[in-house]
């Protein structure tokens, strides 16, 4: 074991799409354990579009990332050492830290051990059981709620979240619609996920969008599941049913825009339509819950998910920076050893 | 009686603001009754800001008013003459008729007979108790659901529908902030209605917009009552608390732009919040039930409300007009007789 820890760090803020410039790698010392920590060899990052929110000095849910601070990132690795009960060396754990080598973490704290012997890979941790499974698990039985023969809509179709969604949306008996970018996301989206109707949004009008999803959904949109905002949502909006239901994950094609705004929100109103916006933070007493209920839906091969596993540290900024070009294949992963 | 009917017809689909080559006033004779009909002799129409949508040939809850038809709206009147069973000459009605000196109805329509006894003025079935009242009972009673403590936040707090709402905010135990245009009715806020802060929107920029909000809502908002969209509602979106509710009523500032878009959705994201879109028309079975709720309080002097009252169907459009300028003052009612 080194003393050495190499660390991504925040050294301004980004205003629009993050550059090179906004970050420095850096290798420190390791800071000497206190008691109640213990310190934690991250093997794999998870690289998500909500970072790019905890970067801007701007409201939310937990506290912007400080600069001269690692990225905050969810981690999965294995205790190195630790002066923390419950966590021994060689314990795999994961929890929110960093894009870092090693993070320090203490007991009570956002780590906590995991069980990687019913797992393929640790990995899968950050992925379908991870924060990305359970977002799509309470999404669709929390927030959307489907029932079988409703029409869903689920736009990043090809995404982490998205595939998911649109999976769950199928086994609940719904007709599913996914958007995604390019001709291959949208065969994966057919003929790997099961949805019934893929629509590619690159270079559209939200006319012509309008006119796809309205081709794809002849008895209207009773549940979206939104990822991305812009004038997809835009265009998503004008095919509500009465008392559709939004559910609001994610906006990516506007966290690194100052310029679009939805335009038709009136749509809600004339369709008495609700959009909610959820964290699975809300759901955190029933994590176990949902992480057993897709892990279950793993074992009986009813789920089908894709990793993208990206290499080094060095890697760290062009690896995130994909989720917004749209040319990750499946939940991004950052392999840290 | 005459056999003439002056008509407020649309011409031409507005392209934002509508202007006088948009419609035409026209003289027609009355067609004949048809058995099951009735002819109401218009004495008052409600102009709303609702009417603007009617005018767009864009999906909506009805159709759009067609080219060369009357502009559709709420009218109350008297039955002049009738073929219809139930309605015989000289009963008032109220209906969704149409900016026009007489309206052609039938039974089992959208016109029912209105008891004018308890009122001091029939116009009160165009506000207090007609479709204002309606909206503003429905929305903060079944859409909002204030608890005592909660902070209400309300836009166009000093058109029709969010004074009332603004009070009956109040009767829950809410603390209740305003925002309205202009320093005149932002003292009718707080003086009239007993609104706790007025916050007057004009001139303001969405930065400094969120700043007042801020110090009106030091411990932020739980509840919106949203009747204007634009930088109003971005600037509120950014003082939400964890699961605010939104009731999305109208986006008046939005109705003759293509340019506004709301760019704060995502922290209905990050506090868990909900949007939801209403028309009164979810509440139909129960607006006997809200009409006698809010004449009761009216009837204990517990309601302050206004009407604006403009004369003569030549002022059709520029009554209409001053709906999006905002220079009415209570619910604007144009008189026809």
Known sequence: MTDRNRRFLLKARPNGMPKTSDFALVEEALPDLQPGQFLIRNHYASLDPAIRGWLDDAPSYMPPVALGDPVRASTVGVVAESKAEGFKAGDWVMGLNAIEEYSMAQAGGFSQLIDIGN?????????????????????????????????????????????????????????????????????????????????????????????????????????????????????TLLHLNRFARVALCGLISEYNSEHYGARNLWQLIVHSATVRGFLISEFLDRFAEGAAAMAKLVGEGRLRFDEHIEEGIDNALPAFLRLFEGSNQGKMILKLI
Do not use: W
């Open 119 to 235: 797992v393929s890979s640790p990995t899968h941790f950050l992925s379908v059981m991870g924060a990305v499974g359970l977002t799509a698990y309470f999404g669709v039985t929390e927030i959307l709620k489907p029932e079988a023969g409703q029409t869903m809509l689920v736009s990043g179709a090809a995404g982490a979240v998205g595939s998911l969604v649109g999976q769950l949306g199928k086994q609940a008996g719904c007709r599913v619609i996914g958007i995604a970018g390019g001709p291959a996301k949208c065969a994966r989206l057919t003929d790997d996920y099961g949805f019934d109707a893929a629509i590619d949004y690159r270079g559209k009008s939200a006319e012509a969008l309008s006119d796809e999803i309205g081709a794809a959904a002849p008895k209207g949109i009773d549940l979206v599941f939104e990822n991305v905002g812009g004038i997809g949502l835009d265009a």
